[in-house]
């Protein structure tokens, strides 16, 4: 369509000869001016038109003359002109599809330091998004009433259940927005890890929506709404880098205190655990007391150690889930070293291991921890105004 375009609107332009000094100009619509002029002297006479040079349609010199003494040359790079048409047609009109990365995160620290009146808890945290992501594609929708939801993994709800939806519900109520969406999503991070995939998923969606709506809100609104849908979700309008208080919701952007090329482990077993179930059993005064913001401080200036990952939601968590407290104790123990910290991400059940993209080799070898999700991954943010782009070398996850 836009080739048929380019060639409509070249040729549909006249080229206009001046009579003084043989000079012409070719009134260019694509740089959005004249061609430069030319003052083209041909010994050929007599009336003459048609094009010579022009082996290769793709850059071609056409010559033309009206008479022998006024002549004009256009030379022009037809694959320059039509990249140039069809980025204008796109703009013009709208955008039609999305595919955007969806990264999870990891709480580096997990301190929970109050439980508040409307049964949740206060916590203070350091989250950081990763590279490790799932791949969501946009499609607008010829219906005015209903979003299509596919993924390539089984058992994920494709209704008014998934965060995705409820995030487009919210966009359109917010808005007013009247666009509906098909959305496929490529599954890569794992449910019930404590790495907030979901979350992410609806903050993407989010930010999708409004690109297609060209910007009807801005990020500090969708950050705010995002709060309606989940905890976690408001701190993915972060730049990547978080210090994260009350349920999550409230979020200070900090710069990243670790380097982007620190590599780090995921593992995950195939058994998930009950967020709910975790904070049940969860006893404040059993919890840690040193103050999250020192240990923000330490990560700053030192860098990740055994020491600053605290996570309150461990014991609770190893308690229902016993077997994830021998995984993390095997991984320290097996890890020789390698790790520069080994701990569980949110309320489990992913173990991280900083300093290593390796995971230990009982991993591989023992039948016990064949159905084991493992990962490597990165630090990652993302600049301003744009959404979280996918390292080219992310996403090598497997299962043992």
């Known amino acids: 369509m836009a080739t ?6 070249f040729h549909s332009r006249h080229v206009s000869f001046s009579g003084d000094n043989n000079i012409s100009k070719f009134s260019n619509p694509f740089a959005g001016g004249s061609l430069k ?3 083209y002297v041909n010994k050929l006479k007599g009336v003459s038109s048609g094009q010579r040079g ?54 580096v620290f997990l301190r929970i330091t109050d439980k508040r009146p409307d049964g949740f808890h206060d916590l203070a945290s350091l989250f950081h998004v990763i590279s490790l992501g799932d791949k969501i594609k946009f499609s607008l929708s010829p219906s005015k009433s209903t979003d299509r939801l596919s993924t390539n993994v089984a058992g994920i709800p494709l209704d008014e259940r998934n965060l995705i939806i409820k995030a487009l519900n919210l966009y359109r109520k917010k808005t007013g927005s ?4 098909w959305i496929h999503v490529d599954k890569r991070v794992p449910t019930g890890a404590g790495l907030g995939g979901g979350s992410s998923n609806a903050a993407t969606a989010l930010w999708a929506a409004n690109q297609f709506s060209g910007g009807l809100a801005t990020e500090k609104e969708l950050q705010e ?40 482990v995921l593992i995950k077993p195939p058994e998930a655990c009950s967020t709910a179930e975790v904070y049940k059993r969860f006893r404040l005064d059993a919890s840690s007391t040193v103050d999250p913001l020192a240990l923000l ?7 990740i150690s055994q020491d600053v990952c605290v996570n309150d939601l461990e014991p609770p968590a190893f308690e229902v889930l016993p077997s994830l407290k021998r995984l993390k104790q095997r991984i320290i123990s097996a890890g020789r070293g390698k790790y520069d910290a080994v701990f569980m991400s949110g309320s489990g059940s992913t173990i991280v291991g900083v300093g290593s993209p390796d995971p230990p080799q009982f991993i591989y070898d023992e039948e016990d921890y064949k159905d084991v999700f493992y990962s490597e991954a990165n630090f990652i943010t993302r600049a301003d105004q744009q959404w979280y782009a996918e390292p080219s070398s992310s996403n090598t996850d497997q299962s043992g």
């Not at 048929?4 to 609107?9: D, L, P, V």
Request: glycine fraction near 6%; proline fraction near 5%.
């Open 4 to 9: 048929m375009a380019a060639t409509h609107f």
């Open 178 to 181: 009247d666009k509906y969406f």
């Open 37 to 39: 002029q030319s003052n």
């Open 54 to 107: 022009c082996r290769n349609l793709r850059s071609c010199v056409i010559k033309a003359s009206s008479d022998a003494r006024k002549q004009v040359e256009i030379v022009y790079n037809l694959d320059e002109k039509l990249n140039r048409l069809a980025d204008e047609v796109d703009m013009n009109a709208g955008l039609s599809r999305l595919t955007l990365f969806s990264p999870c995160k990891i709480n």
């Open 225 to 264: 709404w995002s709060g309606e849908i989940g905890s976690d979700v408001p701190f993915f309008f972060s730049n990547g880098a978080a210090y994260c208080t009350g349920r999550g919701e409230i979020v200070q952007d900090i710069p990243s205190p670790v380097p982007f090329d620190l590599p780090m």
């Open 297 to 303: 401080e330490k990560i700053s200036k030192n860098g």
